[in-house]
């Protein structure tokens, strides 16, 4: 280059773009830059961005791309600039460092011999150049030789040459790589969007609607997208993630789901996930058929399917609806499909039925025993730190439905029912979860089943307290008990009976709530607790009444009074007065399945994915070159009476030190006659 | 010219020693066993680990004099260990040897209070200029890892004991490699030690280490975190097996750098000037240790990409873990080239390496409490 092209603008940014500063500065920018992708959610839909910092700073933010930070444009240009620097940097040290490679420095002047840290002149008796050219092909070092014109002889030698190497591997393979990653990258789709050939489909519409801009044809040379498909259903789109929106993926082939596996360790955890698929070429029709597995993708004309997650894909349902405002009604049954919608009319109003999802397996730590290391003793602390398995009671509760039920004004309650009755000190009950708002928690019910495991039983007990025409018939049976046991005086008999009603009305209508309001409402404090008692207790003597009642009128015999059928009247009494928070009117009771899975499918194309591990094994070459292959030269000039020793390495440190002691020992050896 | 011959560099295979042949030996048959054993249930890159595994141990063996005893040691004291089950988890609570020295968890308890004296003793040593006592650091930090060897390897069998769809590598949690962190961590320290000829600045190194064993026991005691989980499916695979042992030596190297640039910065300041190595040794080290940390960084990431691309759909997703990954390389490939390229020593690089140890701890530790991603699995 001659000195004029070196003062030009365009030198200078050479310069600047080559040099150890500028690439030590886009190190440092890139490792910030990514930071903030690591804090900042990445790819959230748009509207929670927007409840999370308010519509200005979600604008600056959206502009400054942060919801995709990896992908938007001054990331891209840094990477480019960090590509163009090592680029600049190679290029600028490539020729230097080729020659230094292939040069001897045989021709090494005595004063610059002399001036190396690592030099000494070794008094010598005889100089046998022969000796030093063993002693140097011996240990393996390759050198040139220069015969001066003052009669010395100098061997210039050199060793590990490769570390230079190192340096060309690293450098480049950072090049190779971001090459690569800029291949799977999705810059072309970028430049599309801002050219507006390419749109982001916003709405929620199905696939078949969506215009062509928001379409990418299988030329599409890279791709990242999900799928989700259903037991016996097929797809050949995938759904890209644009922005605020999503594009539209076309396949070369169709993915069909045969059938989707899900299993569990004894403790819950899932252990498997896979999908049986079969995927037909949409040009020759040639047919692949493969499980996918996590760990385990399915590659297909360049595109790799995984196994990316799973759901409910729309199962069948049966249910049993029982009418909670009309007791008396037998159930009906209905039909359902989880994840989908439908209408359901109650006692004159509508509603809308939105199934959730349809879980086949709960399982749940039945030993209630915390995992609190609180309250122990050291001995048991002790047993606890040396065991690498803790028993715990997990137990399969069984399948499960989540459903809303959406009223006319769009308020919706949400449900979370249990399928098979779930066993709790030795009696089975339905479990049923009820909550208004998203973020609370289910608060659950539990509704006791009778001998045949049905809720049959407790409706119609149910179905008698609501119905005040039996209270006449059920008071005059508690009264007769009562008055049996000499529990109460023939002159109360009266006055009896009518608390017994009362008691029955109050409790039809407000449950155990209704009493206690009744009780802080009109009862001084001091007595309130006896007379609580003394409800709880005719209640409890009337509900036996009640469900005598109850059986008798539906042509059924009275149930045998034992514990555990009176037990099962007790816990009827919690179910009747805990259904008035039940907030629906139906229960609506899971009774079968047909359990259709989906599979969410991540299928890609990514060209560059053979060139980034190129890049990445020359990474691993470059770096074991350049840090344990030592590049040292050494010197030996033959004078008459002496020898000098000068060595130098592109590393100084203790190991050069060393090295030297002992090769000038050794030279010494061999010079200083036999 | 016969005197020259005496200098020819002789081939690796006739400098080795005899005790290098057998040790040679032992890890072959040892590798043979494992692979009659189990080969049924491996399938072809599981297989292949082993026999690299095998190849590597002999390597590391031939190349590090005292890995020929240790490692042998350590794999004893497993083997008794196993030996003692007869199958059944529960004698490791009514077998007197499991109970007390061999089941994974005893085991792991003796190396944890055999780092803290190890600490200690290497400070007194430090303090009262007392060669001996330093040498005793050394003997407690070997000792400390035999025993976290054993642990693991033992705690390996007991989680097939648990089930044999449970079994597996143990690197698959927090807790796991907590102790793979101290180990590896110690094992290299141990390594420069001998190879600098210098105790002191172990007072400093197993100071991080000691800070591992903490955090091992208020995981272990108040989390329960000890206890063998099954993997899930993402886990599911070979890569684990080089993965993640990979990063740790990464890990390990950077956390060790880090203490030897405190120690630096002292020497530098004039604290403890005449009881630490010299600045210089000290500099060195961490250089070493840098530089070996960066290149198993590199390939661990480079693994957990191609692990990446086989479980999650693509080898980049930017997820926190991988940006992370990114940024501590990023940095140490900044303060090589500062080093490498513009010739820094001393104060700016030591305090470099300190807080490159915040990086990388944030990476390490921060990313699973902080940040959700991928990686959850690794979390608190």
Redesign the interface.
């Known amino acids: 280059m001659t000195k004029n092209s070196r003062n030009t603008a365009v030198y200078k940014l050479y310069e600047l773009f080559s040099s150890?500063r500028f690439?030590?500065g886009l190190?440092?920018i890139?490792?910030i830059a990514?930071?903030i992708?690591?804090?900042l959610?990445?790819n959230e839909p748009y509207p929670n961005y927007a409840f999370e910092f308010g519509q200005y700073w979600f604008a600056v933010f959206e502009q400054l791309g942060l919801y995709d930070?990896?992908h938007s444009g001054w990331f891209l240009t840094i990477l480019a600039f960090l590509v163009l620097s090592t680029s600049l940097c190679i290029l600028r040290n490539g020729p230097g460092f080729i020659k230094d490679m292939k040069a001897y420095r045989e021709k090494a002047s005595d004063n610059s011999l002399a001036a190396i840290k690592h030099s000494v002149e070794l008094p010598a008796d005889k100089v046998d150049p022969?000796?030093?050219r063993?002693?140097l092909r011996?240990?393996?070092w390759r050198w040139r030789e220069y015969q001066r014109e003052d009669g010395s002889l100098v061997l210039a030698a050199k060793k590990g040459a490769a570390s230079k190497l190192g340096y060309f591997f690293a450098h480049i393979a950072l090049v190779v790589i971001c090459i690569g990653?800029l291949m799977?990258g999705n810059l072309p789709l970028k430049l599309a969007e801002m050219v507006g050939s390419v749109v982001p489909e916003t709405r929620d519409i199905p696939q078949s609607q969506i215009p062509p801009q928001s379409r990418l044809s299988t030329a599409n040379l890279s791709f990242?997208g999900n799928v989700t498909i259903a037991e016996g259903k097929s797809g050949d789109v995938v759904f890209l993630n644009a922005g605020n929106g999503y594009l539209v993926q076309e396949l070369p082939f169709t993915v069909s789901l045969k059938k989707f596996y899900v299993d569990y360790?004894?403790?819950g955890?899932?252990?498997?996930?896979a999908s049986d698929i079969v995927v037909t070429d949409k040009a020759s029709g040639k047919v692949t058929e493969a499980q996918v597995?996590?760990?385990?993708?399915l590659i297909v004309d360049g595109v790799?399917i995984?196994?990316?997650s799973f759901g409910d894909g729309g199962s069948p349902l049966s249910l049993k609806a029982w009418n909670l405002e009309a007791p008396q009604m037998q159930p009906v049954d209905i039909k359902g499909i989880s994840m989908g919608s439908q209408p359901l009319r109650a006692n004159g109003k509508d509603y809308n039925l939105e199934f959730g999802e349809l879980r086949v397996f709960n399982i749940e730590n039945m030993s209630g025993k915390s995992?609190d290391?609180a309250g122990k003793s050291l001995s048991q602390?002790m047993?606890?730190?040396?065991?690498?398995?803790?028993e715990k009671q997990l137990k399969n509760i069984g399948p499960s439905i989540s459903f809303k039920l959406r009223d006319k004004q769009g308020q919706a309650v949400e449900f979370h029912h249990y399928m098979a009755p779930i066993q709790q000190d030795g009696a089975s009950y339905m479990v049923a979860g009820v909550r208004s708002k998203v973020s609370d928690p289910f608060q659950y019910l539990r509704l006791p089943l009778d001998d045949k495991l049905s809720l049959e039983r407790f409706m119609r007990l149910r179905s008698a307290f609501m119905n005040p025409a039996l209270y006449d018939e059920i008071a005059q049976r508690t009264t007769a008990k009562a008055m049996q046991g000499s529990a109460i005086s023939p002159a109360m008999q009266q006055q009896f009976a009518g608390s017994v009603k009362w008691i029955l009305a109050r409790f039809a209508q407000g449950g155990f709530v209704a009493l206690e309001q009744f009780l802080d409402e009109k009862v001084p404090q001091d007595k309130r607790q006896a007379v609580a008692q003394t409800y709880v207790k005719i209640l409890q003597g009337a509900v036996v009444d009640v469900m005598d009642v109850a059986d008798a009128k539906a042509g059924l015999p009275p149930v045998a009074m034992d514990s555990q059928h009176y037990r099962f009247l007790l816990d009827s009494l919690v179910g009747i007065s805990a259904l008035h928070d039940y907030q629906a009117p139906v229960l609506l009771q899971l009774q079968g399945f047909d359990q259709v899975q989906a599979s969410g499918l991540?299928?890609?194309r990514?060209p560059g994915?053979n060139l980034?591990?190129l890049g990445?094994l020359m990474?691993?070459i470059g770096?074991?070159l350049m840090?344990y292959v030592r590049e040292v030269r050494l010197w030996l000039r033959c004078g008459t009476a002496s020898v000098r020793l000068a060595m130098s390495s592109n590393?100084h440190?203790?190991d050069l030190d060393e090295d030297f002691r002992r090769r000038s020992e050794?030279i010494q050896?061999?010079v200083r006659g036999? | 010219?016969e005197?020259?011959?005496s200098?020819?560099?002789q081939p690796l295979y006739k400098r080795l020693k005899p005790s290098d042949w057998l040790y040679a030996v032992l890890v072959l048959v040892a590798a043979g066993q494992a692979w009659r054993l189990y080969n049924p249930f491996m399938d072809g890159y599981e297989q292949a680990i082993l026999a690299g595994s095998a190849i590597g141990l002999v390597a590391l063996g031939w190349f590090w004099k005292a890995w020929r005893w240790f490692f042998p040691l350590s794999a004893s004291v497993a083997l008794l260990g196993i030996s003692l089950y007869h199958g059944q988890?529960a004698r490791?609570?009514t077998a007197f040897w499991l109970?007390f020295l061999l089941?994974?968890?005893?085991a792991i308890?003796w190396m944890c209070t055999l780092f803290f004296l190890a600490t200690l003793v290497y400070w007194a040593g430090l303090l009262t200029r007392s060669a001996m006592l330093s040498r005793m650091g050394s003997g407690l930090t070997w000792a400390a890892a035999v025993m976290g060897g054993a642990g693991l390897f033992v705690?390996w069998y007991?989680?097939y004991l648990?089930?044999s769809?449970?079994g597996h590598i143990p690197v698959s949690n927090l807790y796991e490699v907590f102790i793979l962190f101290t180990l590896i961590t110690a094992l290299m320290y141990l390594y420069y030690e001998a190879r600098f000829a210098t105790r002191q600045a172990g007072a400093f190194v197993l100071l991080v280490i000691s800070a591992a064993v903490g955090f091992i026991l208020w995981y272990?005691?108040?989390?329960?975190a000890?206890?063998?989980?099954?993997l899930?499916?993402?886990l599911?695979?070979w890569?684990m097996k080089i993965h993640v042992p990979a990063n740790f030596v990464g890990y390990g190297a950077f956390a060790m750098s880090a203490m030897l640039g405190v120690a630096e910065l002292l020497v530098l300041k004039g604290v403890l000037k005449d009881r630490l190595p010299s600045a210089e040794?000290l500099d060195?080290m961490m250089?070493k240790a840098i530089?070996?940390g960066?290149?198993f960084f590199?390939?661990a990431t480079?693994l957990g990409?191609?692990w990446a691309?086989?479980?999650?759909?693509?080898?980049?997703s930017?997820d926190?873990k991988e940006?992370?990954a990114?940024?501590v390389w990023?940095?140490y490939?900044?303060w090589l080239?500062?080093r490498?390229?513009?010739g820094w020593r001393g104060e700016p690089l030591a305090w470099w390496a300190v807080i490159g140890l915040l990086v990388t701890t944030f990476a390490f530790l921060g990313?699973n409490m902080y940040?959700?991603g991928l990686h959850s699995y690794g979390g608190l």
């Open positions: 150890m690439a030590i190190l440092t890139l490792a990514s930071i992708g690591t804090v959610k990445q930070v990896y022969d000796t030093l063993a002693y011996g240990q393996g990653g799977d990242r360790y004894s403790n955890m899932p252990k498997l996930f597995k996590v760990n385990h993708p790799a995984y196994q990316a995992d290391a602390r047993q606890d730190a040396r065991e690498v398995k803790h991540q299928l890609t990514s994915k980034v591990y990445s990474l691993v770096i074991i840090f590393r440190n203790r050794a050896q061999l036999k | 010219m005197l020259a011959q200098f020819v560099e988890l490791a609570q109970k089941s994974s968890q005893s308890m705690r007991e989680s648990i089930g769809d449970v272990s005691f108040d989390r329960q000890h206890e063998i989980q099954p899930i499916p993402a599911q695979s890569w040794v060195e250089y530089s070996i960066f290149l590199t390939i480079i990409a191609m691309a086989d479980a999650w759909g693509g080898y980049w930017w926190p940006t992370w990114l940024i990023l940095n490939a900044a080239h500062i490498l390229v513009k990313v940040l959700t």
